[in-house]
């Protein structure tokens, strides 16, 4: 089954302000037009109805996209009917008729209207009207009226195509949206929810809110990592990188960093990518003996090849001895040599146990630690 976006564009907008039509001007970063464009690409076919003064403008906001440009008419019933003429010569199944100026349009929502034209000639979303409704005239309120049963329409409108092109050539005109059209042919349609980020761009403060839902949101990632090593013979432990004299030393596969390594499994599961055990398997021999700023390095180049920023680490020792103080900041500068982030963005911090457990009894040493990750 074949789908097709229609997109109304011949409008003039003058209400929205500015030199250019309102689908014509920038948002975001990019015509109004393009991002309506960009989210009705994956369909079969995209129609866009244009002014004829325009073409320049949409060849510019459509590049490299596959759309057909179709010269519109003198109102938006007219217009909307050249661009299905213009798709009946290889007539899709369906249509989605969108206005241009709704470019917050989502994925689930344009899945949802062609969804519910499996059983249904149209379907469109909208959303209840929840709030008082009143009539008024010279400033004044002059009653109320009931909001049961009231809906604020939005598009993409969806149709059968055979039908909805016979329902607009038997249409008089002037039609508020294709709806109407439908229904005045005995067309069914189908109300699918609404979003209220589907917005249409009508006057010049819709811009910015258009703007706060199209720019790219911040993905940030938290992940926390906790690891224990158990003391054993020795004369220094390696915590955060660095040697710590110590009357025992740390017992482990690798060098047994438990500061690097609950920091490493903090980045790990920012990703959701696992432990340092998926990546560097402790039945490995290679790994015997290992530093733990090879498993470090790793996490960090992972995070930035899949687009992130290491945007902070905070590690906490948790021990009786030693005392970790006198040795933190250059924990953290060694840290952030690793890491290749500024010093003020690695955190290390010691904690006891106040004489309980494992640590309290001084066999061992813990470590937990939070890892912030950010792509833009």
Request: some cysteine.
């Amino acid at each position: 089954m074949t789908t097709a976006a229609l997109i109304v564009a011949a409008g003039r907008g003058t209400r929205a302000g500015g030199t250019l039509p309102k689908q014509w001007q920038s948002v975001a970063g990019a015509p109004v037009a393009r991002w309506t464009l960009q989210a009705f690409a994956h369909l079969d076919r995209v129609v866009l109805v244009i002014h004829p003064d325009d073409r320049a403008l949409a060849l510019s906001a459509a590049q490299g996209m596959d759309v057909t440009l179709v010269d519109g008419a003198d109102n938006r019933a007219r217009s909307v009917l050249h661009g299905l003429q213009a798709l009946a010569t290889d007539p899709p199944d369906l249509v989605l008729i969108h206005d241009v100026a709704r470019p917050c349009i989502s994925a689930a929502c344009i899945a949802a209207v062609i969804g519910a034209l499996r059983d249904s000639p149209g379907a469109a979303p909208a959303l209840p009207v929840t709030d008082a409704l009143w009539t008024g005239a010279e400033g004044r309120v002059t009653g109320t009226r009931d909001r049961t049963g009231l809906y604020r329409a939005q598009t993409p409108q969806g149709f059968r195509f055979a039908e909805i092109l016979a329902a607009h050539r038997t249409h008089p005109g002037n039609a508020a949206d294709d709806v109407e059209v439908a229904r005045a042919a005995g067309l069914d349609v189908a109300i699918v929810p609404g979003e209220e980020r589907n917005l249409k761009i009508t006057g010049p403060r819709d811009f910015a809110r258009a703007a706060e839902l199209l720019e790219p949101q911040m993905d940030i990632r938290l992940g926390n990592g906790f690891d224990v090593h158990a003391f054993e013979e020795g004369d220094a432990v390696i915590l955060c990188g660095v040697r710590v004299p110590h009357d025992h030393a740390l017992k482990g596969h690798s060098d047994a960093d438990v500061g690097m390594h609950a920091v490493t499994d903090a980045l790990y599961g920012a990703l959701a990518m696992g432990d340092i055990g998926r990546h560097f398997p402790p039945s490995d021999p290679q790994w015997k003996g290992a530093a733990s700023e090879i498993f470090l390095r790793h996490a960090c180049d992972l995070a930035r090849t899949t687009g992130f920023e290491i945007s902070n680490v905070d590690v906490t020792l948790i021990c009786e001895r030693p005392k970790i103080g006198p040795h933190a900041d250059a924990m953290m500068q060694k840290m952030s040599e690793i890491m290749q982030v500024s010093p003020d963005r690695v955190s290390v911090k010691a904690t006891t146990s106040e004489r309980l457990g494992f640590t309290g009894r001084e066999e061992g040493i813990a470590a937990i630690a939070t890892a912030t990750l950010v792509k833009p």
